[in-house]
């Protein structure tokens, strides 16, 4: 084992070793052989523990060493030291999900909450006890990289914008914009003029300040000189299904959503008077934790809890 030289008088990790070993051996030699390295090594060693201590280390008594009073009690906190690095090192890298408490934390809207998340906790089930997770309030997609880098959460759901492709990544699924409404919705069925679908009264989803879901319809629209008619605006895609089943209300809508709600609230689709391009949705995280064991080990559960979607 080759060591560099430690000429600043400091402790460190490969000193305190070099110290338990020569108390627990009292000798150069064998104490280099337990840490399987050369006696001229162990000399220096004990040359710069000499020096940083102010003490022998090692003193004579009859024909043979012995470890002196300080060294003997240096080495029970040298030993407290070296375990609790071990530990500090081992927690850092190893990672046992069956066993660890570890708490993961997400930015997702309620929508896609709602899609995979109960998919996620199923997945998990009861293998992994001391795994728990936690969802908070959507930020906007430029927003994904701060709190991401700031540690305020580890992973984010959502659309990444061209911009954070420098983010890492991975693809969950792909969904499109569909309008939602109560099967008996007289425009169930219709083929509507831009206008007309404008005309129709919009449940609109802001699930933040900065963007609103089925901005490309928005958009076409805009194109016409046409805007929605917001009769009801809201941040959660959860409250539109419930306001459809009894109103005349319409709402722009993940497919996935109204395929999953689409029997207890009895929804259909109203035809967009456009062509929509789907949508992808990712998993981002941050570099930093690129290479984390427990991140690693999220991620693949993640992926393995959507493959049925």
Known sequence: MHQKRNDSGELNFYLLKCLVALVDHA?????????SISQPAMSRAIAQLRQVTADPILGKSGGHLIATAKATQLRESAERILKEMSEMLGSAVAFDPHSTHYLFRMVATDYLECLFMDRLVQHMGTRFPGIAMSVQHPVHPSQFNRVLE????????????????????????????VCAARASHWAVGKTLSPA???????????????N???????????????????????????????????????????????????????LAEVALPMAVAPFEVYISWHDRTQRHAAHIWFREQVGKSLEVL
């Open 196 to 210: 007309e679908f404008a005309a129709l009264e919009h449940v609109v989803i802001v699930p933040n300040t900065m």
């Open 27 to 35: 000798h150069v030699s064998r104490a280099a052989e337990a840490l």
């Open 150 to 177: 700031a540690g305020e959460v580890d992973f984010c759901v959502g659309q990444l914008p061209p911009s954070l492709r420098e983010l890492r990544h991975r693809l969950l699924f792909r969904d499109r914009v």
């Open 212 to 266: 609103r879901f089925g901005e490309s319809v928005d958009e076409a629209l805009g194109a016409e000189g046409l805007q929605r008619n917001r009769r009801f605006v809201t941040p959660n895609y959860l409250t539109a299904p419930h306001l459809l089943e009894n109103t005349d209300m319409v709402a722009l809508l993940p497919e996935s959503l109204v395929v999953r709600f689409r029997e207890r609230y009895g």
